[in-house]
Structures are given as C-alpha cells and as structure tokens.
C-alpha cells in the first residue's frame, strides 16, 4: 500500500529526493485513496514546508525535533522500554515479525524506527496492516499531540496515521511531556505495561481504546511465536 509508503517517507531526514518527490506523493496519496481526503489535506502543510524552505533549515529542523526530543522519538520502543534490556528483546522480536512476513532488515535503522515499521506494513493486506498500526495508536497519538503544540507540519503526518485506523488524536491530558529530559525521569513517566503486539491483531483492536489513563499504554515486549533462524543481519 502506497500511502503507508509516502507517510513512511515523510518521516524520514529530509534530503532533495524528498523535496522533489513531493508533487508526487501527492498524486499518489490521491491515487491510493486510502485518506480520507481531510487527511490528506492535514499534510499539505508539511508538503509546503518541505518545497519552500532551504534544505538545511529542514534538515535542522528535523533534527531538533526527532532527533533531540526524547518523547518525539520515531522510535516506538523508545516510548515504552527507554534503555532497558526490555527493549532489546522487543527489537529481536520485532525482526522475527518482519522476517516471518518476507522483509529481510537491512536498514541501518532500529527495527522499532517508525518509518521502517510502516515500510513493512505496505508489504501487509490492508486488514493486517491496520490491525498491527492500531496497536500503537497511543504512542502516534501522544507524539501527534506534542507536535501540534509545538505547531510542527509533522503533526500532519500523525494525524494521518491516526486516521488510518479510525482513531482521534487521542487523550489531549496525556499529551504533556515531562518537566525534565533526564532518561531515568522520563522512563518512569513513560513506560508502561506490555501489551501483545503481533499475534491476533484484528482491525478494530480492543487495545487502541484501553489506554486512555494514560498516553503511554503503547506498543510494548512483543509475543510473537519466534521464527526458526531468523535473527537480524
């Protein structure tokens, strides 16, 4: 599916091939007519920044935000583990996923970066791929709902997401982000208990609607059945 591959796209460091593409993103997400034409008018913002601003400014941009914000992280596990050995061993099965489903992880990102788990869930049926996007609704939400108070184009890209799986922008109380960056201050804050993510994913997913005590009931330790020899190159 050719939207999850241009949302993937957008969330990536921006570089000339993002900027020229951007006309045709456009026509594709039109094409694929899996937005709704809201959403897709929710990212022309960003499509504007990326065709009008200098390319290191974009480049600058990017950084300070994903890069130097912690609970901006494009890292899902991020939000979950922080650095505990936890989130070493949802990545290892995070790659089994992948590698059951035919994708060999090659990329010099971490299995859990946001816009290589919506690479893979382009290769999915659409059913599928709802499902597992569902299960991290609330990382997407909370992350979405830190943008747009920083009032970032990328807010747009979330909302997207978001969209996808019939969900709102979330619980707007669990969008405020910790007072300080320090990781053991926001990993309390942050972490929270595993949920399954992989196994039995339906579209509706019960789980996208339990979490709104807090924001942080997010994508957690995976329990998918683990792959014979398969492990990440």
């Not at 960056?181 to 942050?190: G, L, M, N, T, V």
């Not at 509706?204 to 994508?219: E, H, K, N, S, W």
Request: with cysteine.
């Amino acid at each position: 599916m050719i939207t999850y591959r241009v949302l993937a796209r957008l969330l990536g460091y921006p570089d000339d091939a993002l900027v020229a593409s951007v006309p045709q993103m456009r026509r594709l997400l039109h094409a694929d007519n899996l937005l709704a034409p809201a959403a897709r008018e929710g990212l022309e913002p960003l499509f504007a920044v990326l065709e009008s601003r200098d390319l290191l400014d974009l480049q600058a941009a990017y950084v300070g935000l994903f890069d130097r914000v912690r609970t901006l992280s494009l890292h899902l596990f991020e939000h979950v583990h922080g650095e505990s050995r936890d989130r070493g061993r949802a990545m290892i099965d995070l790659v089994k996923l992948y590698e059951r489903h035919g994708l060999d992880v090659t990329a010099k990102e971490l299995p859990d970066y946001l816009p290589l788990f919506l690479e893979f869930l382009s290769i999915l049926p659409s059913a599928q791929a709802r499902g597992l996007l569902a299960e991290a609704t609330h990382i997407i939400a909370a992350v979405n709902g830190r943008l747009a108070k920083r009032d970032s184009a990328y807010a747009g890209v979330f909302a997207a997401l978001l969209a996808l799986v019939g969900a709102d922008g979330g619980c707007p109380a669990d969008t405020d982000e910790p007072d300080t960056e320090s990781p053991e201050a926001i990993d309390r804050a942050w972490e929270e208990a595993a949920i399954v993510f992989g196994v039995g994913s339906t579209p509706d997913m019960q789980t996208r609607d339990q979490g709104c005590d807090r924001a942080a009931t997010m994508l957690a330790r995976m329990n998918a059945k683990p792959a014979s020899g398969a492990h990440r190159s």
